[in-house]
Structures are given as C-alpha cells and as structure tokens.
C-alpha cells in the first residue's frame, strides 16, 4: 500500500482505546471473497456507510489495516457538531433555492449518530450541549450572525448568545469574552460509536477485515480490490481512507493531512466539575490553530489542540498542550494528564469535503476538515444512495472540483508547518 506505514499497527495509546467498552476482534483477509460493495477503510465514513448499506440488504466487505477505528475516527476531540466545512462554497454552488437543502445537510449527520445510538443500543456517552466561544470581538460577531441564522431557520433545539459575564460563570474562566451555547450539538466517545457501529453492521451481515491493507484495485465491470492475503471482487468499491488514504495517487494531493493533539486528565473531583463545566459542555474557540475540550463519560477533561509536531510521544503532546489549559484553568496546576495522543484529520484547500468516482463503479469520501464526526456519517448515507443509484447528493458534492497540491505527499510536513505559520498569524489580528 505504502511505504510511509507499516501495518497493522494497534490502536494509538488513548484514552479512548484504554476505555472502549465492547470488544470488536475480526480476522484478517485470506482468499478470494465476492460481495455487492467493497469498502477499504474501517473508520467514520467507511463503517457509516457499510452499516447503511447492510440495512439496504447489501453484501458489503470492509477491509481495514490496521483495527476498526484506527484512524482520526478513533482519536478525535469527540465533538458532534453541526455545520459542513466549505459551507460558503457549498452555498454558491447551491444557489439560492438549495438554502433549505443546505440547512438540512448541516444536521444530517447528527440525526444519523442518535438513530444509531438508539437503535443499537451504542453505549458512547452521547451528550447534548456545546458552546462555541469568543476570544476577540471579531469572534463575536461571527457568533451573532451564526446565532441569527439559527433563528431565521427557527432550529429547534435551545440556542443562546451569553454575555462575558455569563460565559465566565458558565466556563468558570475569564478567556473568553461571549459564546454562543447550541443544545442541538453534543460530544461523544468516538471510538465506542465507531465499534458499535461496526458490531450493528456486522450483526447485519456485513464482514470485516481487519490488519488486512489494500495494496491495489484491478478494475473493470466488477473491481478487485487486492490485499497481501486475499481479494474481494465487488460490483462496487468505496474508498474511505482519508487522510491515512494512500493506495489512489489521485486522491493525495487533494487533502493535506493536519495532526491533531489531546491530553486526558485524571477524573475530576465533583467540585472540580461544578467550577468550569457545570454543564457538561463541548467547548471550541474560533481560531484557525483552535483549541477544544470536554468533560468524558468519567469525568475527566479532555483538552485539545493543533502545534507542529509529526511524532507520537505522549510527553511532548502533554508539555505543549497542558500549559495552553493552564493559561485557561490555572486551578487544574495540581491535576496529573495521564493520557496524550495525536492523529491526523484530512483538511481540504477549499475546506469543502470531497466525494467523487474513480470510474463508475469505484466512489470516493475524504477531506472532512475538523467536521469529522458528524459529516462522515453523512458522508456514509451518501454514499450508500450513489452504490443504489440515488445520485442528488453525492453529486453535490462530486460537481465541487478539489483544489490539487501536486506531489504534496513529498513534502507534506513542510507544507503543513507552513500553514500553520500563516494560520496563526491569521488568528493574531
């Protein structure tokens, strides 16, 4: 498949991994198999749409590389927010009678996530409640017109602009000078939902493959996708690698992939909790190098942030992160972070995400660009349409053309620390 893994790897050392509450194990690929759908990737977007599939009464093969979700799926801040990255450029593709269109695709994936939760009984510490937050008065005015569309569209779910005052009461710091608070977002544990989403699909048939890389596709009427010890033969593939996608050449330049960091403390005492997130809330700021936390199932707090670094080591994560918290909460000094872990989200130059085919019976989902947990598994239904033949969604998505870096996947450290560079002279005005 690639040079730059080595595979199968097991899953990061995160909190996520040390507290997943339902075992998932699968074999490898040995032999020829035949299915209706093919999929190669074992994340958000891949098991979303072998599960929507499954539920069609589709035959549907994953093949993974590593663990079902290995990747950004089994890593990330949790946060399910509404909302599409790119949603300017969708909007003027749309056009003006595609507004409506465009509001119900921002809550979809949402939707999608509670159904799932409900029907199979996911146990992932689903949560309401997320407040985005003001650091500079630009920030609030952005929050204000996010908070009017909201009404214009009467959404449903409680939603409040708050003062500096009340934010500060609310957060329990003085960072932050307004928010907004949209009861209709929550946060999760992700690799619980992805395991769970993953035993729903095969408990409707559906068979995964884990430590079995895909290292070709052999196209044609039916395709083949070719792993190290076996192949599937499908009249239709997915690809939903994303940015650990490295078997189409096509799709690398595409996406640029952008690490991502959390740290983990240790459970809270209660009086802790009361005093910064009474509420239970996600928390975002605005900035392009933004930070992001939460409260866990147990009761620790989850901080996280981007800084160029490409390596793993929990200690470096912690000694970067931990004193960007403590410029927010000084209170937590005393608290130990036993846990810090990174992966890499795949982030579009347009920031619109990308769905497409390679040939007709070959489709493609990536470039989520920080909206991952919610837009995968919109992405997964859309895909799920276009393999039966329902194409008003995927297409789109699919009529948006990528931006293309060639040959970023040569230099793609550089490229990144050079974005970040730019990016947080952006947030500095």
Known sequence: MSSELQYPQPHTSSYYAASTNLHVDCESLKGAKSTDVCIVGAG??????????????YGVTVVEANKVGWGASGRNGGQMIGGISGEP???????ESGSKLLWDLRWAGHQIIRERVETYAIDCDLKAGYVDVAIKPRHLRDLEREYRYLEEHKFSFEHTMFSKEKTQELLGTKAYI?????????????????LGEAAAAMSLGAKIY????????ERGNKATVVTHGGSVTADSVILAGNAYHFLEPRLRGNLLPVNSFIVASEPLSAELIEEINPRDLAVCDPNYILTYFRLSGDGRLLFGGRFTYFGSDSEVIKKTLVPRLLKIYPQLSKINFEFGW????????NRVPQMGKLA???????GYSGHGVNVTHLAGQILSEAVAGTMERFDIFAKINPVTIPGQHLFRNQLVSLGMLYYKFIDSL
């Open 360 to 366: 007709d019976n070959i489709f493609y989902s990536q």
């Open 89 to 95: 450029r969708l909007a003027a593709a749309l056009g």
């Open 44 to 57: 958000f977007t891949g098991i979303s749409a072998a599960l929507h599939l499954a539920e069609r009464g």
């Open 342 to 349: 990174g992966g890499t989200i795949g982030v579009t130059v």
């Open 178 to 194: 307004g928010a907004l608070l949209n009861m209709g977002n929550g946060h999760l544990h992700p690799l619980n939902l992805c």
């Open 210 to 217: 884990e430590r079995s890389p895909a290292i070709r596709i």
